[in-house]
C-alpha cells in the first residue's frame, strides 16, 4: 500500500493569495489553477480582469504539469518540430499545455500537484505560478 501526499485546499488557498499577490504587484490579471497529484481541480481564481479564454488554458496548465510532473515550458521547448515530443499539445483531448505557465508543485521529491496560470505573457505567468509555490514554503 502507498502513502501519497498531495495538495488540500488549505495548501491551494495559500498558493492562490501568493499567486494572487505577484500578478497585483506586475499589474496583470490572471486565471490561477491549482490541481492535486493526479490533475484535479482543487481551487481556482479568475482574479477581476482576467482573460475569459484563459480559465482553461490555466486549468489544463495545471492538469499538465501535475499530471506529467513537467512544467509546461519544458514540453514547449522539446514538443517543437523535430522534437522528441513534437505533436504532444494533441494528446489527452488536447489538454496538454506546452506554454510555459504550468508548474509541478513537489515536496520531498514528489510532485504533490500543480499550478497553472493565464493571462500574461508566458514569462508573467511562470512568475506568477512561482510565486504561487513560493508561499508554501516548500
Partial sequence: MMTVQRLDLADATVML?????????IGVPMCIAITD?????????????GKVTSITIAIDKS??????KKATHEYGAISQPEGPT????????GR????GGGLPVMANGACVGGIGVSSGTPAQDM?????????LGL
Fill in 96 to 99: 496538454l499545455m506546452v506554454v
Fill in 37 to 49: 497529484d493526479g490533475g484535479n481541480l482543487i481551487a481556482f481564481e479568475r482574479m477581476d480582469g
Fill in 86 to 93: 513534437h505533436g504532444i499539445n494533441s494528446a489527452i483531448g
Fill in 63 to 68: 492538469f499538465t504539469a501535475s499530471g506529467a
Fill in 17 to 25: 493569495a501568493g499567486a494572487r499577490a505577484k500578478a497585483v504587484e
Fill in 127 to 135: 512568475q506568477v505560478a512561482q510565486a504561487g509555490i513560493d508561499a
